[in-house]
């Protein structure tokens, strides 16, 4: 037994064994009914009994706030015998995930301060590794599935996009190397994602399969670099991803190849971390292998990690069935449970039992969140900073709005939208000014035909960016005929783009150089209120300024 009180592998059945390879998804909620995303995010009776009964080896978290996944994760490591790898998508910082944590700008903000100061965003993106991680472990969690090392070179990509931080591999190199550098000031695990690179697709990932068609020198040049820095770097996990690269393996998707894991990565990068697959629930995947066949391909492959396998109990009984037939070698899984051990050691500082003591105080468990160690001053100053270097804005709006202006604020999906409000800036701001706010579902038509054949003097704010699930990367059709009718007729009285520069870019080619505009890679309360302020040339006032204050 090791001070964590981790087993000997040996000691353990093959399915508990097997087990420990799985991580499963759950809601950082805490109740069942409050689950967002029930379709992949197990019940509590379900979740208790991978965790207590199954022994799976982790959990991925999404949703709630900070504090009620602090509560969360001391209740699935009170479950569990062996303890948890507590994993999070926390790309832009815990408060990305979780509601009252620090909610960075996407990675792809640091490229354009970078533009014009590489040292100050190298600093910067240092600073959100640190505090990712100071953040990710006041709330118990253990292993940030980021950075993101994909070259986003395809304006068209619809899943990565703002999420990495450039377009080149020197710029995703450097700014994702000094994020690992700065994370790694805290004992958490870091993840390189999503191997080979997923940058220079046009396609979806969790829809569909995609194909990079480049040839290997290529691929060296570019996709493979920001890999090879982040292991130098001494990244504790690569993250695979469901995309085909016929030059390294013309049938197989790469988290299925043993050619891209075992050769490529484990043999020819030197990697001798965590390969986690992707989630094994994307369409890319499970469209086509199934849930247990994928699973054991993965494991030929050369992972060590199951991610969100559709059905955890089956997926853990097809590996070991895999392994009695002997298509699976039990050293295979023995050698990754072995790399899980040394990461769960690395991660003690959780995790490790207090020692018998006579004194009854000194069993009083830990707090379940560190409040003190989440948005913090030095945080909120850094958001604040970041934010105010990548934000982009040219002439000013009026600062009385003319008789009869609306603010339309236009998203793709009103009701997912958990950035806006009545106190946000987009709202609040522009009535301040006396404009009339209209919210506009993007994916639909709900104005009149009136008010889009006459529109009023129209302040139009579009939240915009790829993210996973929705298919594409530009606007809607909607949206880009919006833009079109009120450019066209002379309404605009300003542009703002919250989201992704690759939609900016297309609308500036169209956009008149007398109408004020602004642009903020952030979505977010801060990143609003930032670019509005500037926007508007006003003050912030003491109701706007708590989006850092408070």
Known sequence: MTRLGLPDVESLSLEAQI????????????????????????????????????????????????VEVGVRSQQLQTWADIPLLLAADIEEGVGQRFAGATHLPPPMALSA?????????????????RI??????????????????????????????????????????????????????????TTAKHFPGHGDTAVDSHLHLPEIP????????????????????????????????PAYDDKLPATLSPAILTGLLRRDLGFQGLIVTDALIMGAISDRYGPYEAAVMALE???????????PAGTIEAVAEAVRIGRLAPGVISAAVARIWQAKQKVSHSLTIPPETCHAWEHIPPPPVQLAQLATPEARTTLHNVLTASTTVRGQLPTTAP????????????????WLSPQAAAIALPQAHGYATRLVDGRSCPLSPLELDSPPPTLLQIFSR????????GLSEFAAQCFTRLNAQNCLIGLVIYGSPYVLA?????????????????????????????????????????????
């Open 113 to 129: 301060i970078a533009d014009h100061d590489l040292a100050l965003a190298c600093e910067y993106a240092g600073q959100m590794g």
């Open 301 to 311: 492959a050369g992972a060590d990690v199951l991610l969100m396998p559709a059905d």
């Open 214 to 245: 480049h040839d290997v020198t290529r691929l060296e040049q570019v996709e493979l670099a920001p890999f090879r820095a982040a292991i130098a770097q001494s990244v504790d996990a690569v993250m695979t991803a469901h995309l085909r690269l």
């Open 403 to 418: 008789p009869g202006a609306q603010a339309w604020v236009m998203v793709d999906n009103v009701l997912s939208t958990d």
């Open 19 to 66: 087990a420990q390879l799985v991580v499963v998804r759950a809601s950082g909620q805490v109740f069942d009914h409050q689950r967002r995303y029930p379709q992949w995010e197990l019940a509590q009776a379900s979740l208790r009994h991978c965790v207590e009964t199954l022994g799976v080896g982790g959990v991925i978290l999404l949703g709630g706030s900070a």
């Open 466 to 473: 790829g993210n996973p699930f929705r298919g594409r990367a």
């Open 506 to 550: 297309a609308l500036l080619s169209e956009l008149a150089p007398t109408v004020p505009y602004g642009f903020t890679y952030s979505q977010a309360v801060e990143g609003q209120t930032v670019l509005l302020t500037k926007l508007f040339a006003t003050k912030v006032s003491t109701a706007d300024s708590r989006a850092f204050t408070d």
């Open 132 to 189: 990712t991680a100071q953040e990710a472990i006041a709330i118990g969690l253990n292993w940030l599935l980021a950075p993101v090392v994909d070259v986003n070179n395809n304006a068209d990509n619809p899943v990565i996009n703002v999420r990495a931080f450039g377009a080149t591999p020197e710029r995703v190199s450097q700014l994702s190397g000094a994020f690992i550098q700065g994370a790694q000031e805290w004992p958490v695990l």
